[in-house]
Structures are given as structure tokens and as C-alpha cells.
């Protein structure tokens, strides 16, 4: 359908996918599949800006996020599933970009200066690191998307790419529409030490964890912190189990566990297993899925074949409006 409006968005090949990456962005992406002419791509070139000393995994990233994307339900029949490095256009237009984009814009970035601070075993003081929006703007801009669904933290990325592309327009001519920012309400899903689910926090659960691990993972989780012996009543308004409980748990089953909580009628063991069984259950279609991409290398490199070849022609259409408009 041509009359749909464009989105576009990324993600960084950092390693395998967890819960906080799919509920913060990959459910919202398959959902969206059939609203919008979607474009979502690998960016690997994006993890090279803090990566970029140890280079050696990123490919293998790359060949885990695709089956982790196919295994969730993002379509190839419906969406243009690509990787950033496999079009160079996208670093033409970042040179470009780069001309007119005042450095003080990136400077004062807060996921920049946030970065640095957290970041702060790398050193992060390179020209490609401040460059980061302008990269971003370029895989944006080049697709001319209209949407770009992110987490919050993406915000002001996005609110810098709009800046770019006006300036672009007010220089040279009008090419770019302004792309915003689709956020979407996402569930409160925490690691097992309740400090925000990261792979670097050795917290998650991944999207292709078994059934084994999961249960392993959950038993670990720090339910409610006061609630130290089994005798003592919980509370499942504080317990992050809870929180997964109400994504995984039939409303019924929830609410006895909500009443048994309180009155110390369920241990936290008993219900960690219950809601580890009910996520490995719900995992259950996405792991047969990965299983069936994982034994058909063939399928999966022709499907990225296709999605790199389908964004290279948009990107190369673009650039040549690029170059006619600033005429070089
Ligand atoms: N910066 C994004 C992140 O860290 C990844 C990204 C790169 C992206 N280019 C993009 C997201 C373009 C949306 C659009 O998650
Ligand atoms: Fe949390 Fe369940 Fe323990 Fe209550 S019983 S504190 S909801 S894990």
C-alpha cells in the first residue's frame, strides 16, 4: 500500500535480545507491521561508537538479532528488514549531515553527556561518539520516514534529526519531511536485581532463554524486598514477579496470587515457578520459531538480501535528490 506512512527504526547489535527489549520496542514494532510501511534495521555501524575497540563480535550480533527479530513475528513479507552497514548511502548523507549540524547541538544532547558518565570505562571522547545523532538522522531522513517508534530515551535523537533535516531544507531546498517520535506505553519490566533489565547488568532474561534457564533466572529475582521469611505477608504492589505475573498470568490465577500474597497463603518460590512456567509457555512459539530461521541460514540470508536491497533503492533515490538539490 503506498498510501501508508513511513517508519523507520533501529537497533544497536549488542548482543542477544532480553524482555526489556522486547516490551520496550520489538512487540511495538510487530504491532505496527500492517499500520505503517515499516523500514527496521540493524546498526551496526552505531555500535561501533562505544564497540569500537573490540570488533570481533558485532557480526555474530548481527546474525542473532535477525533471528531474534524473525522469531518474535517481524515480517520480511511486510516489513523492510535491513542492515545499516550494508548501505553506504547512509554514510554519504551522514557526511553531508555532519557540514551543517552545529556542534554545540550534539554537545548538549543529555543521552550524550549521559552516556559519558555511565559509559565511563570506554573513552568515549571520539569524533564518531559526539557524531551519534547526525548518523542517526542520516538513517532516518534517508528513508524520509514519517514515524520513528522509540523509547523514551531516543527522544532527544530523534528532536536533533528533526533539527537536521530543517536546517537541510532551509539551506538547500525542501527534501526532508520532519520525523517524530512514536512512543508507545510500555510495562514496567525490571531485571532480577530490579535495577533496569541490561545484559551488562547480568540481569535479564533473553528471548531465546529454555524453559531451564528461565526457571533459573526467575529463582533468583528479588521479589518484595521486606518480605523476608515465608510466614511474612507480601506485597505484590512492590514485587517485580508480580509485575511479570501480570503479563504472563491469567487475570484469574493473578488475582489469587495478588489475595495470597498478602496473607502469606503463597511462598515466593511457589509463585516465581508458577510465573517462570507461564513465560517459558509464552516463549514457547518464539523459540520453535528461532529454531526453525537457526537450521535455515539460506532463508535468513536471502530474507536480508531482499530487505538491504529494498532500503538500498529508497536510499539511493534520495541521495541523488540530495545531490541535485545542493548541487554537487
Ligand atoms: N540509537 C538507537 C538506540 O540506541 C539505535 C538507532 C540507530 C536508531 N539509528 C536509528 C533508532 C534510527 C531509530 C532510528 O537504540
Ligand atoms: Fe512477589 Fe509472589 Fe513473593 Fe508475593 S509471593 S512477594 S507476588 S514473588
Redesign the pocket.
Known amino acids: 500500500m503506498a498510501d501508508r506512512k513511513r517508519v ?5 547489535p549488542t548482543g542477544p535480545l532480553h524482555l526489556g527489549n522486547f516490551h520496550g520496542a520489538l512487540a511495538n514494532w510487530v504491532n505496527i507491521q500492517d499500520q505503517y510501511d515499516c523500514f527496521f534495521f540493524i ?1 551496526d555501524w ?1 555500535a561501533l561508537t562505544s564497540d569500537y575497540e573490540d570488533t570481533g563480535k558485532i557480526s555474530g550480533f548481527v546474525h542473532n538479532m535477525i533471528l531474534d527479530w524473525l522469531s518474535v513475528g517481524l515480517s520480511p513479507e511486510k516489513s523492510t528488514l535491513f542492515v545499516q552497514s550494508h548501505i553506504k548511502e547512509h554514510a554519504e548523507l551522514f557526511l553531508l549531515l555532519s557540514m551543517i549540524t552545529p556542534v554545540p547541538w550534539l554537545e548538549r544532547n543529555p543521552t550524550y553527556k549521559d552516556q559519558i558518565i555511565q559509559l565511563s570505562n570506554k573513552d568515549l571522547s571520539t569524533f564518531g561518539f559526539l557524531g551519534y545523532p547526525v548518523l ?1 538522522a542520516a ?2 531522513i534517508i528513508y524520509k520516514a514519517n514515524g ?1 517508534p ?1 523509547g523514551i530515551d ?1 527522544v532527544p ?1 530523534v528532536e536533533i534529526t528533526r533539527e537536521i533535516a530543517r536546517r537541510f531544507n532551509f539551506l538547500y531546498g525542501d527534501v526532508f519531511p520532519e520525523p517524530q517520535a512514536i512512543l508507545t506505553e510500555t510495562p514496567k519490566i525490571l531485571g532480577t536485581d530490579r535495577r533496569k533489565m541490561s545484559k551488562s547488568y547480568d540481569n535479564a532474561i533473553y528471548l531465546s532463554d529454555t524453559p531451564e534457564q528461565i526457571a533459573k533466572t526467575v529463582s533468583r529475582m528479588i521479589t518484595d524486598p521486606q518480605r523476608a521469611r515465608r510466614e511474612d505477608p507480601g506485597d505484590p504492589d512492590v514485587c517485580n514477579v508480580f509485575e511479570f505475573h501480570k503479563l504472563y498470568t491469567d487475570k484469574k490465577t493473578v488475582e489469587e496470587i495478588n489475595r495470597n500474597c498478602r496473607t502469606a497463603n503463597i511462598g515466593c518460590v511457589e509463585c516465581k515457578k508458577i510465573m517462570a512456567a507461564n513465560l517459558a509457555k509464552e516463549l514457547a512459539p518464539v523459540r520453535e520459531k528461532r529454531a526453525f530461521y537457526e537450521s535455515r541460514p539460506a532463508l535468513v540470508a536471502e530474507i536480508l538480501q531482499h530487505g538491504d536491497e529494498k532500503a538500498r533503492n529508497v536510499a539511493r533515490q534520495t541521495m541523488e535528490e540530495v545531490r541535485s538539490t545542493i548541487k554537487i
Open positions: 523507520l527504526s533501529g537497533m544497536r546498526a552505531h542517526q538513517d532516518i520513528v522509540v531516543q535523537h
